[in-house]
């Protein structure tokens, strides 16, 4: 009897939760990911391929296995992520810094902050798993 209320309480919950449903509201959230720049892929930017190559041969360490090379790849893509986010974080405190703090400035920094923290434990996270996996081969 309570899988049926618990059921019918989720299914009545999900479509509540299905998203914006104006058009309005569909084109803002659109644009979410598009806001700072960091919910791109860092490997589809031609303009961080030859670093990132340069980084997966040096984690790589000489070895030739396919699946090494794999997660070398997203180890360095992940390490190329992890230096965007700080360059980033860096000038969002360089524009409150630079010149005289306000107290909005210190709202608006620290929300941008939590925003950028998302995206750098990911970032961490994928890492982490990928220089774990090179390590078990």
């Given amino acids: 009897m309570t899988a049926d209320r618990k059921a019918v309480s989720n299914r009545k919950n999900a479509q509540k939760s299905t998203g ?3 058009e309005l509201g569909r084109r803002h959230s659109r644009r979410n990911a598009l806001r700072h720049g960091l919910a791109v892929a860092i490997g589809s930017d031609p303009s961080f ?7 997966a041969t040096a984690l790589m ?12 790849r997203q180890a360095a893509e992940a390490e190329m992520d992890l230096l965007r ?4 974080r860096a000038s969002r ?4 810094y630079g010149s005289e703090p306000r107290l909005e400035d210190h709202f608006q920094l620290n929300e941008e902050l939590a925003k950028l923290e998302r995206y ?4 961490f996270s994928r890492r982490k798993s ?3 996996a090179m390590i078990k081969f």
């Fill in 20 to 22: 914006p449903r104006s």
């Fill in 49 to 55: 391929h030859e670093d990132i190559d340069v980084l």
């Fill in 61 to 72: 360490g000489g070895r030739r296995e396919q699946n090494v090379g794999e997660f070398a």
């Fill in 85 to 88: 986010i700080r360059k980033l």
């Fill in 93 to 96: 405190f360089d524009a409150v």
């Fill in 120 to 123: 750098e434990r990911r970032a």
């Fill in 130 to 132: 990928a220089l774990r």
